[in-house]
């Protein structure tokens, strides 16, 4: 048996893997994605841009860049958000909530 990739790992359990994968394929080609992409490794890229927190204001170029080399590379890249913590805005410390952003990143 070969291990599953891209949109095959990590399907949801209906009682039939390819009912799954047909449900997962079909909602990823509703958003327009081809065949050729949706057989690509999947890399997700955690944005915590906000205009909130000053310090990120350079993010979205960045994960445009990050996004064509993930391209380039073979891959299909797919942006999720993520919790933006600014220390000059967070009390005592932007410390304990790293956790949950740890967490959130994680969780996905």
């Known amino acids: 048996m070969t291990e599953a990739k891209g949109l095959g790992r990590g399907l949801s359990h209906y009682g ?3 009912f799954a994968r047909y ?3 079909s909602f990823a080609k509703s958003m327009g994605y081809s065949d050729d992409l949706l057989s ?4 997700g890229i ?3 841009a906000s205009g909130f927190n ?3 204001r350079h993010f979205p170029e960045l994960i445009e860049a990050v996004r064509r080399g993930v391209l380039a590379a073979g891959g299909l890249p797919l942006e999720f958000p993520t919790i933006s913590l600014g220390e000059v805005f967070l009390s005592p410390t932007s410390l304990m909530f790293r956790n949950l952003m740890a967490m959130d990143a994680s969780a996905r």
């Open 16 to 18: 039939d893997p390819d």
């Open 23 to 25: 449900l997962r394929r």
């Open 40 to 43: 690509r490794p999947i890399v």
């Open 46 to 48: 955690a944005n915590s």
């Open 54 to 56: 000053n310090c990120h």
